[in-house]
């Protein structure tokens, strides 16, 4: 009945890139849908990712990257989820990640990858119909 | 212009014709919109006639090509005598692959190099520190070291090339091996022609690549200017940007005001060394974005020749005609490229080229139609060289100067971004500058804001992107994308373990501790840079000294 806690949203940057644009603006739409968003900053690595999401117990992660490091950096970061036994939250991602690539980071976990052009509400419909359950 | 007789009677006639003609017309073919506005936000209106410039003086606002105020360009002859430099941003995987590439571009007839780095050089780690796994030559050219700059211009002769290098951290690194393979070649300094970016302020709110915290970030901007002033006179040493303004997400007006305002506070530091205004600011340079919005655009880049202008005169008392020359690059806007329909990208992108050609730019970048997607391929390089390349030859907009003065409607927008502008101007000297502007979040808040407002219309399609959010279409993406060979990480720490080998570490530690020395007794650091650069000192080496002594800049975070 009380479960009225907000839907907590962590919106990371790995990688050296500082094209944030678009991680903020993803911040700022789910904030404006309602949500509690954390945005960390750039530059993040997978272990202080993970760390934040296990402190501020967010049910979403959002991966903002167009270094094109995906590859790298998106394996470590959901195989530490996975040591942190953190499988049940839901990890999105967007940047420039070339549609070939899109499988193999299905493959890992992630539940989504949005590329340039999608709308923002696009987004966070997926949010709500996606969130995992708490009980 | 006009006289107040032409423009009382025009008045007179507009008003008659907004109350017989143009009703007739309204109510068989109403207007698309309510209001129409530009992307800064200007309220555009249905026509303008010259009330809407009635107070221009030519000779005071406009004058002649190479003349006060430049505002129709800074040579007499512009294209007429030389071109622009075509001039494509490109770097990739090894040192090599990059040499090859500018061979290539070279061949094609482009006129001037441009180096894009990886990530890792750009934030001076080398490619075996653990934050430069997945990322060594995917964003650009991996340049570790002395080494990797020989290779990259084997076989190009320094004297016959000009290069653009895409560089603000590390610069005086950067800028130290260039002039090292220069003396390996033979090529005096005084020959070395080419532009560092070592715009620092813009790091700090919108290209967020920077390394030292604003105070030591400027001294070394300040390095490198006096150093080039003195030894490499035909070097720009800084190349003050507003297009990652643009691209994290300002309107045009922010891009004019932030960039020129950033060029006052380096030239205040140049003062506070005890530079003489005349002395460097002819080698001050800026690089613009063009956007979309054509004619407010070209309104940009002539408000921002003829505001640099007025500033270096009527502010810091410059001389001699040159320092008040506004020289600019313009790259065409990134953020315009679509991932969809990726094609369309050629036509944006001649249509943006034709923005930076019609207002006079020295020198253009255009992007290439897969970069939504990708590094570009060859083709993809190729189509963007030669669209400028018809513009030049085939569309006659190089034939004549400043083709678009006298329209009503550019001098009305030129006017307009200019009073805009010194807005801004008045609000950031009130804040005490762009130091204390920064520290603030001022220029943080006004991006995030605009970038914000920008997608909110794109989302409500208020703003029509073809092919995003109007004229879908079900696509396959036949494009073959270019990717980095993630070989490359290995090949280029097995070079740097060679090299650690190979060199005498002895002299290395050597000129690094020099260096230390240099830093904390604040001297010039160039001189002592160049050294550790010819004793192949890495990138990283030399970093790691700076970040000891000056700390790490930590990100505000504004959203």
């Known amino acids: 009945m009380q479960n009225e806690r907000k839907i907590r949203v962590l919106i990371a940057k790995p990688g050296l890139d500082s094209h944030d644009r678009g991680a903020k603006i993803i911040a700022r739409a789910l904030r404006d849908a309602g949500m509690e968003v954390i945005y960390t900053g750039l530059r993040q690595t997978p272990e202080q990712i993970v760390e934040t999401a296990l402190q501020e117990d967010v049910d979403v992660i959002g991966l903002s990257i167009l270094s094109g490091a995906h590859r790298t950096l998106f394996p470590r970061i959901t195989e530490l989820l996975k040591q942190k036994d953190l499988t049940d939250v839901l990890v999105v991602a967007g940047g420039i990640i070339p549609e070939e690539d899109v499988p193999e980071m299905k493959e890992l976990g992630i539940k989504e990858i949005f590329g340039p052009g999608t709308p923002t509400d696009k987004i966070v419909q997926f949010v709500l119909e996606n969130i995992p359950k708490r009980t | 212009m006009f006289n107040k007789e032409k423009i009382n009677e025009i008045t007179k006639e507009r008003e008659r014709w907004e109350n017989t003609t143009l009703p007739k017309w309204m109510g068989n073919r109403p207007e698309r919109k309510n209001e129409f506005r530009n992307h800064s936000d200007t309220l555009i209106k249905r026509v303008y006639t010259p009330e809407d410039i009635k107070d221009l003086d030519y000779m005071r606002d406009l004058g002649f090509p190479g003349e006060y105020p430049f505002t129709r360009g800074v040579h007499a002859t512009m294209y007429r005598g030389r071109l622009w430099t075509m001039r494509q941003f490109s770097g990739y995987g090894t040192a090599e692959q990059t040499n090859q590439r500018f061979k290539y571009l070279l061949k094609e007839g482009e ?180 956007h979309n919005d054509f004619f407010e655009e070209i309104a940009k880049f002539r408000a921002a020749r003829r505001i640099w202008a007025k500033t270096m005169k009527e502010r810091f008392h410059a001389k001699n005609p040159r320092s008040l020359w506004m020289r600019m690059h313009v790259q065409t806007a990134g953020f315009t490229l679509t991932a969809q329909q990726p094609l369309n990208n050629i ?180 001189p002592v840079i160049i050294d550790a650069v010819k004793a192949y000192a890495t990138i990283g080496e030399i970093c790691d000294v700076l970040r000891k002594i000056y700390g790490e800049y930590k990100e505000l975070i504004v959203i």
């Open chain 2, 347 to 526: 036509t944006r992108v001649t249509i943006q080229a034709l923005t930076a050609i019609l207002a006079g730019t020295q020198s253009l970048h255009t992007n290439s139609f897969d970069e939504a997607l990708a590094l570009p391929s060859e083709e993809a390089v190729r189509i963007a060289l030669r669209t400028q390349q018809i513009i030049a030859h085939e569309s006659g907009a190089a034939d004549t100067i400043d083709p678009l003065a006298g329209s009503y409607y550019i001098e009305y927008l030129t006017n307009e971004m200019e009073k805009r502008a010194m807005e801004y101007f008045q609000k950031l000297d009130d804040m005490g500058g762009a130091i204390p502007a920064i520290e603030k979040g001022f220029f943080q808040k006004e991006i995030a804001d605009s970038a914000y407002k920008y997608q909110r219309e794109v989302d409500e399609k208020k703003r029509i992107l073809v092919g995003v959010n109007d004229y879908t279409t079900e696509e396959e993406r036949p494009i073959k994308v270019l990717r980095v060979n993630p070989k490359v990480e290995e090949e280029q720490v097995a070079r740097l373990q060679k090299l650690k080998r190979q060199r005498d570490n002895r002299k290395v530690k050597e000129v690094l501790e020099k260096l230390h020395y240099a830093t904390e007794e604040d001297e010039n650091l160039m």
């Open chain 2, 111 to 290: 006129t001037g190099l441009s180096i894009a780095f990886d990530y890792p050089s750009i934030r001076g780690y080398d490619p075996d520190h653990p934050f430069s796994k997945g990322e060594v030559g995917v964003c650009g050219v991996a340049v570790a070291s002395l080494k990797d700059m020989e290779v990259l211009f084997d076989g190009i002769p320094l004297d016959k090339v000009t290069t653009s290098m895409t560089i603000n951290g590390p610069a005086a690194m950067l800028l130290a091996m260039y002039i090292a393979v220069g003396d390996k070649q033979g090529v005096p300094r005084e020959k070395l022609g080419g532009t560092m970016q070592n715009d620092v302020l813009k790091e700090f709110f919108a290209q967020k690549l920077i390394i030292f915290p604003p105070k030591p970030s400027i001294k070394l901007v300040t390095d490198i200017v006096e150093y080039c002033t003195k030894h490499v006179p035909r070097w720009n040493p800084i190349s003050i940007s507003g297009y990652h303004i643009r691209e994290a997400g300002a309107n045009a007006v922010q891009e004019l005001a932030f960039t020129l305002y950033d060029g006052i506070t380096y030239v205040e530091s140049c003062l506070e060394r005890g530079m003489k205004v005349d002395d460097f600011a002819p080698r001050l340079s800026f690089f613009f974005a063009a």
